[in-house]
């Protein structure tokens, strides 16, 4: 039974936050007539209104994103398109990041260089630790299968280490950038900002459920080598 009970905390902890934060976003793409202009242009003008003369806006394919690599502010067709509380939300929220961009928030940075190095060491990772049994076997030598199990754990910690500063990048991005964003231009009235703190919260949560499961990762390989 309490085998039972971990479980199912533990799926919701990695289930919860992105089912919670796709439902909060879909409540609030409905279209908004009242609003005078679609996530597109509410971007456009954030960035003319903040001087942002590097940044560029496209649609993607993709979900939403500011790309550092090429100065670009992405959104899905629907929040280019739509005039939805949603879609001005989530355009300031990616605006918040080309801002930390800007103003050279040393975190953003950080996120920026280690994201290229995890990928690579993330693969690797799982590779080295695949690839100890069979040291094991041909070298015959407890160290060399150590080695390569610390090689292993450090290269899956890059990918722990990625989205724990991850979370604080999203989280300053919604409510140090976007939130105060929001308040100053007075874009929204009350009940919608009560509303966009929601979807900024959501925003920033995408990536909890990816922190928890690179910690789960990690602590399963420990687990299984320390048997």
Known sequence: MLIIIIIALVLLLLIGPQLWAKAVLKRYSAPRQDFPGNGEEFVRHLIKQLQLTFVSLEATQGGDHYDPLTNTVRLSAENMTERSLTAVVV????????????????????????VVL???????????????????????SPAASGIVLMLGLMSMMMAVLVHLVTLPVEWNASFSRALPILKKGDYLSQNDMKAARKILLACALTYLAQSLMSLISLWRWLRVFKR
Not at 103 to 110: D, E, G, K, L, S
Request: charged share 15%.
């Open 91 to 114: 355009g300031a929220h990616e605006v918040g990041h080309a801002l930390q961009h800007a103003m050279n928030y040393r975190p953003f940075f950080w996120r920026v260089k280690l």
């Open 118 to 140: 995890a990928q690579y060491a993330e693969k690797m990772g799982s590779v080295l630790m695949l690839a100890i049994p069979v040291v094991g076997l041909i070298s015959r």
